[in-house]
């Protein structure tokens, strides 16, 4: 079946991003991670999550930034620190201190222990989940950037997370699904998940952040600018 799960071969590439991964590896995006267009993009998002053009034009669209060609981007060059990269993320090292690329199960340690007695992950945890990853950075890493650039970035991928493998209107996502999305970046349809009937937009994404941000006791870190990245 075209769009099987099939993990990365040694020579296939993959982003910092469990989304952009996900499809690639079920073949929505090229599985080989390279020559990637916003058009792909966007189609992929739509046929994979049921995510919509105008939630995912505006990152597709930046993302090429990050890429040494004008109209195509290699997933691994979304790597690159201050344009989406940012520190304090959900289930990679910051920069500065190790690998922000590949998944680490010690940094995903924090979203995998968080809303504890329940099934489910939800805007209110979320919110939790990112104080938490954010007073660790702060603490552990002397160049974190923490800016609301960066804090609008993490709260749309939270709420990313959440509509992918929940529901897009209340935010309510099993945690067995959110795991494996992060852990192994595979659509669990055999654990019972299904593509989200509501179309994931711009609005949808922009209520659940509105709990998130309420939930996250976010402020900005004393003299820190967000650097302007264009390009590699
Ligand atoms: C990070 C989901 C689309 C680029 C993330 C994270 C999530 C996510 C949950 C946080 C990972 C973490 O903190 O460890 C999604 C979903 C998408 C999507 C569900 C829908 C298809 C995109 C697009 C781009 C992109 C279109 C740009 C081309 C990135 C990058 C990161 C990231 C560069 C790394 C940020 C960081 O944690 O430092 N994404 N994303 N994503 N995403 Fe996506
Ligand atoms: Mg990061």
Same mark, same amino acid.
């Given at each position: 079946?075209?769009?099987?799960?099939?993990?990365?071969?040694?020579?296939?590439?993959?982003?910092?991003?469990?989304?952009?991964?996900?499809?690639?590896?079920?073949?929505?995006?090229p599985?080989?991670?390279?020559?990637?267009?916003?058009?792909?993009?966007?189609?992929?998002?739509?046929?994979?999550?049921?995510?919509?053009?105008?939630?995912?034009?505006?990152f597709?669209?930046?993302?090429?930034?990050?890429?040494?060609?004008?109209?195509?981007?290699?997933?691994?060059?979304?790597?690159?620190?201050?344009?989406?990269?940012?520190?304090?993320?959900?289930?990679?090292?910051?920069?500065?201190?190790?690998?922000?690329?590949?998944?680490?199960?010690?940094?995903?340690?924090?979203?995998?222990?968080?809303?504890?007695?329940?099934?489910?992950?939800?805007?209110?945890?979320?919110?939790?989940?990112?104080?938490?990853?954010?007073?660790?950075?702060?603490?552990?890493?002397?160049?974190?950037?923490?800016?609301?650039?960066?804090?609008?970035i993490?709260t749309?991928?939270?709420?990313?997370?959440?509509? %992918?493998?929940?529901?897009?209107?209340?935010?309510?996502?099993?945690?067995?699904?959110?795991?494996?999305?992060?852990?192994?970046?595979r659509?669990p349809?055999?654990?019972?998940?299904?593509?989200?009937?509501?179309?994931?937009?711009?609005?949808?994404?922009?209520?659940?952040?509105?709990?998130i %941000?309420?939930?996250?006791?976010?402020?900005?870190?004393?003299?820190?600018?967000?650097?302007?990245?264009?390009?590699?």
């Amino acid at each position: 079946e075209m769009h099987q799960f099939i993990a990365p071969k040694a020579t296939d590439i993959r982003a910092p991003c469990p989304g952009l991964n996900t499809l690639a590896n079920h073949g929505y995006l090229p599985r080989n991670g390279r020559n990637v267009t916003v058009d792909m993009i966007v189609q992929g998002s739509l046929d994979g999550f049921n995510a919509g053009v105008d939630a995912i034009l505006p990152f597709a669209k930046f993302g090429l930034l990050a890429s040494n060609v004008a109209s195509t981007v290699n997933l691994d060059e979304l790597v690159l620190h201050g344009l989406i990269e940012h520190d304090a993320s959900l289930s990679r090292v910051d920069a500065a201190l190790g690998d922000p690329l590949h998944f680490s199960e010690q940094i995903f340690s924090t979203l995998a222990h968080s809303n504890p007695g329940v099934n489910y992950y939800n805007t209110t945890s979320a919110g939790h989940v990112q104080f938490a990853r954010l007073a660790d950075s702060l603490k552990k890493n002397p160049n974190v950037t923490n800016t609301p650039h960066e804090f609008k970035i993490r709260t749309r991928e939270s709420a990313f997370y959440l509509s %992918v493998m929940g529901e897009p209107l209340t935010g309510i996502a099993p945690k067995k699904f959110v795991n494996i999305f992060f852990r192994e970046n595979r659509l669990p349809i055999q654990e019972g998940w299904k593509r989200p009937k509501t179309l994931i937009t711009a609005a949808t994404l922009g209520a659940l952040q509105t709990v998130i %941000v309420a939930n996250s006791n976010w402020t900005a870190s004393a003299s820190c600018e967000s650097p302007e990245v264009l390009g590699p």
